[in-house]
């Protein structure tokens, strides 16, 4: 499975963008990006994903890289409720989703 | 609202006892899968299971076995229950298909093995 690397934590004032960067150098041609993230005492859950162009949703964007060895998630306007553990992952071929450790992003008000 | 229930949030069994965690998904997915969450550790997959009785192995099974009799839901049966399986249960839910599609989570089971 190839891997990800993420910064173990990151601070952002409320109100202001973020950006969590993913470094996935061994990236195949066939790994979706996928960007999940886990509130306090809660499980995961799915934020965005993509292939190859950059996506929006209503909850973040995601930026990725041209050779696609690196990609960045987006909040646009950081709350409080997003204070959470953010996860970048790989997934291809097969059902399984290989969690890492993931960055603890913390919001002060 | 799509769900992935588990049936205790916290549990608190003795060494030795033969433990049943379940999960229900009521997105008729076929894919199901637990992991456990551990300081310092992150999400570590147990088992999956891609369809009715068939399983696969995760990262970490031993200690552990699995059940899936009915396609929504998905059982996480510890044989003799250790202290070393003290943790965080997480299970989730997937369906077949691009390999785009989002996973859901159930809230967790704590538990705690004295």
């Known amino acids: 499975d190839a891997k990800t690397t993420q910064p173990n934590s990151m601070e952002s004032n409320e109100e202001e963008p973020v950006h969590l960067p993913c470094n996935h150098s061994t990236i195949s041609g066939t790994d979706y990006i996928h960007w999940y993230r886990q509130l306090p005492s809660q499980g995961p859950e799915y934020v965005i994903h993509?292939?190859?162009s950059n996506v929006n949703n209503r909850m973040a964007s995601l930026a990725i890289a041209e050779d696609r060895k690196s990609s960045t998630l987006i909040l646009h306007r950081a709350t409080l409720r997003d204070a959470a553990v953010y996860y970048c992952i790989l997934r291809a071929y097969g059902n399984k989703l290989v969690f890492g450790a993931g960055t603890i992003l913390r919001v002060k008000s | 609202d799509v769900k992935v229930t588990q049936s205790s949030r916290y549990l608190v069994k003795r060494t030795g006892e033969k433990v049943f965690l379940e999960c229900v998904q009521d997105m008729d997915h076929e894919n199901m899968f637990w992991y456990r969450q551990d300081p310092g550790l992150g999400l570590r997959l147990i088992y999956f299971?891609?369809?009715?009785?068939?399983?696969e192995k995760g990262d970490i099974p031993e200690g552990y076995s699995v059940s899936r009799e009915k396609k929504e839901r998905f059982s996480l049966i510890l044989e003799s229950a250790s202290t070393n399986q003290t943790s965080m249960y997480l299970c989730?839910?997937?369906?077949?298909?691009?390999?785009?599609?989002?996973?859901?989570f159930g809230q967790g089971t704590r538990l705690t093995v004295v």
């Open positions: 989730a839910s997937r369906r077949t298909g691009p390999w785009g599609t989002e996973a859901f």
């Open positions: 993509g292939l190859t």
């Open positions: 299971s891609y369809d009715v009785k068939m399983k």
